[in-house]
C-alpha cells in the first residue's frame, strides 16, 4: 500500500470521526450541517452511512433539546407569570414554539389530577442511573455542557445525568424500540461518546433485556429509569466522556435526594429520580420485588397549581 492511499484513508478516518463527534455534540444532522455552514464534502445521505457505520442510533424526538423545554417552565414555575408573557422575554434563537409550548402545558393541566398509570404521554425519554458495580448508591453525574440555546436564568451547568429523548418503548404488538437501543443511546451520547467516536464502545456493559426501575412524567414527557452497573474496569471517573456532559462525579445517593432545586443548579426530575431510586432500592434490601414505581416530577405538580391562578390555555 503506497503512503499516498495511507494518508487518504488516514485523512478519510479523520473526518468521519469529526462527523460523528459533531451528531453526538449537536444531536441531529441538520445541526451538523449548520454548524458548518453547509460547507461540508458529503451529502446528507453519506452522513447517515457514516453513522450507521459507526453503530450510532440516531437521536429520538424533536431538534430542540429537553432541556430547552424544562428550563421554560422551571422559570414559568419561578415567575409565576403567564406562558405569553414569559415567551416574549425569550431571546431569538429559542427554538421550542409557543403552540408547542401551549401543548405540553395543556397536556399537563389535563393529565396532573389522573392516576399516572393511566396517562398517555406525548413524548418518552430515558435516564440512566450508573453506578459502579462495587458500591450501589454512588450515582453518576455531570455538568450539562451542551451548547446553550437560550438564557432562562438558570446557571450554565446545572447538575445531570445521562438522559434524553428516546421512542416509545416496545409493546405486546412488538411496535416500538427496544430498551436497550434506548439505553445505548445515552450512554453513546452522554457517557462513553469519545469511544463511540473512536469506535471503541464497550456494548458488554449494556444489559441484554433491561427493565426500567421506575418512570417519571416531567412535563409531556415520560422518563423511563434505568440502572447500569459498572464493572470496575469501565468506573473509573476517567473513563467517561462527554460532549454534553463534563466534570464526570459520583454522588451518594442520599445527598443528590436531599437536595433543594433553590439551592443548586441542579437539572428538572434529576432530584426526583434520585428519592425514586432511594425507593427502589428499600424495595430490594426489603426483598419484595421492587416493581417499577410511577411517579410525577416536581415540576408537573408545582405547574397543575400554577395553572389554577390563570386562564386555560
Known sequence: MTVEIIMDNER???????????YLTH???DEVFTAHRYDLPISYPGVHRILNRWGIVKSAG???RLAES??????LLEERIPLERLYKQMPPNFMTSMATLHRIYGHIKKQVKKELEQRSPLRY???LIVSPQD?????LTGLDVSPPKLDLGKQYGSVSLPMGFSKKSKDHSGKGEEPTTSVLRVMQQEVFAQETVDQRFPYEIIPRNPNPMMYLDIADVRVAVYRINLPP??????????????????????????????DVHIRMGVIDIAQGFLHHMAGEISCKTPLPRYYESNLNRGLAALALDFVDV
Do not use: H, W
Request: charged share 20%; glycine share 6%; with cysteine.
Open 135 to 139: 458500591d450501589g448508591y454512588k450515582i
Open 27 to 29: 444531536g441531529s444532522v
Open 70 to 75: 424544562l428550563a421554560f417552565f422551571t422559570r
Open 125 to 127: 425519554g430515558t435516564a
Open 12 to 22: 478519510e478516518l479523520q473526518f468521519n470521526q469529526m462527523i460523528v463527534a459533531d
Open 62 to 64: 424533536p431538534n430542540t
Open 233 to 262: 474496569k469501565y468506573s473509573d471517573i476517567s473513563s467517561f466522556s462527554s460532549f454534553k456532559l463534563q466534570d464526570f462525579q459520583y454522588v451518594d445517593a442520599d445527598a443528590l435526594a436531599g437536595c433543594s432545586a433553590s
